[in-house]
């Protein structure tokens, strides 16, 4: 029998450097890979290697938007994978599930691989990975109506940047964070810290432009200038808003963007453009993948048709909102099913 593959295998290694290499650069070439090493773990590779194999073609089907595909590899892998030191992909594993979870509208186990995640991203000091677990959280936080948890998750997010030593990196989350911390000061009225929390992701904007018309940024801009009253800039950030969520087609990274986007949309009474956003959304073949999001248009639905008086339509969208609450249900006792019986294998494994 030939020896089994290992991760320090020379053919396992330079899959992994090209792997690395092409990670949010091609989407494509990296899911060809991470199939390739997956399969080779497989038929060929001891059980470290199988779990890291699965890890990676999670991540690697997550980049690609294939979060069911991404959740199954994911799951299959992680628990093995944390027995060891790639604390890495590990994290980044506890992260992008977190992220599926909240999703699929599985909040209580969003939160759990969220909180794993930065456990471990603290314990070994990967401060930027921490940050980004800590945001993601924070927005799970706001979503479940813990505001001073998530403005917690968001400031030690902030904290981790003082360690992280390449500028662009560290100034460009930095970015982010300011545009999410300021409008949470807005739906606290809070509009003092809002405005300085804002000045602070302008600077950095004009060290970085390419950032100026980000989804997040612009939604930022929205709610302080639309809560403000300066009606001119409100305009114009809202137009910014509109263009940036026909540009989006990650509607799972952008879930806040687009329901902070829809709500003062719904707030202004601008029927026309939401009814343009909910058909947009409900082109998506993969609506499992984005159900959370589906519940919320829904939700916003029967707001509009009420304000409106088209009863028949909110009764569609009453009935729509029960169907995808059903999907959701069986969806969670299925991910039930599935987990217990990978966790069974594993076991059986030991």
């Given at each position: ?14 899959y ?8 949010k650069?091609d989407?494509k070439?990296h ?12 038929e ?10 699965s ?16 959740l199954?590899?994911l ?70 109506g813990?505001m ?9 997010a ?6 992280i ?7 460009t989350?930095?970015?982010g ?22 000045r ?10 390419e ?25 114009e950030s ?16 952008h879930?806040?963007?687009i329901?902070?986007?829809?709500s ?14 909910f ?23 029967i707001?509009?048709y009420r ?6 339509k ?13 999907i959701?249900?069986?969806e ?6 599935t ?8 076991q059986?494994k030991?």
């Open positions: 029998m030939s020896e089994l593959f290992n991760l320090k295998s020379p053919e396992v290694v330079e992994i450097k090209e792997i690395n290499a092409v990670r650069v989407n070439r899911l060809d890979l991470a199939c390739d090493l997956f399969d080779m773990a497989q060929q590779g001891d059980d470290l290697l199988k779990d890291f194999a890890c990676t073609l999670g991540d690697a089907s997550c980049q690609n938007n294939d979060f069911s595909q991404a199954y590899y799951s299959a892998g992680i628990d093995g994978l944390s027995q060891t030191e790639e604390h890495m992909l590990v994290c980044q594993s506890y992260n992008e599930m977190g992220t599926i979870f909240r999703s699929e509208g599985h909040f209580i186990t969003s939160e759990e691989c969220y909180l794993t995640g930065i456990s471990r991203a603290r314990k070994y000091k990967l401060y930027f990975m921490e940050g980004m677990i800590c945001s993601n959280f924070a927005a799970l936080c706001e979503q479940m813990g001073v948890e998530s403005l917690e998750y968001h400031y030690r902030v904290e981790c940047c003082g360690y030593e390449d500028p662009y990196i560290k100034n989350f930095l970015i964070e300011y545009s999410l911390i300021a409008k949470q000061f807005v739906e606290l009225e809070k509009f003092e810290e809002a405005r300085e929390t804002l602070d992701m302008e600077m950095l904007i004009r060290l970085y432009p950032f100026d018309s980000a989804f997040d940024v612009c939604i930022a801009r929205f709610y302080y200038y639309h809560d403000a009253g300066d009606r001119k800039k409100s305009d809202k137009i910014a808003c509109i263009q940036a969520f026909y540009q989006c087609n990650d509607f799972v990274r879930f806040d963007e329901v902070g986007l829809v003062l949309l719904l707030e202004d009474k601008d029927y026309v453009e939401l009814e343009k956003i058909e947009r959304i409900d082109g998506v073949d993969d609506y499992e993948d984005i159900m959370n999001l589906r519940l919320h248009m829904e939700t916003f639905k707001k509009m304000e409106i008086g088209d009863f028949e909110m009764k569609d969208s009453a009935y729509n909102y029960f169907l995808f609450d059903s959701k249900a069986e969670g006792r299925h991910s039930f099913i987990t217990l019986n990978l966790r069974s294998q594993i059986l030991e």
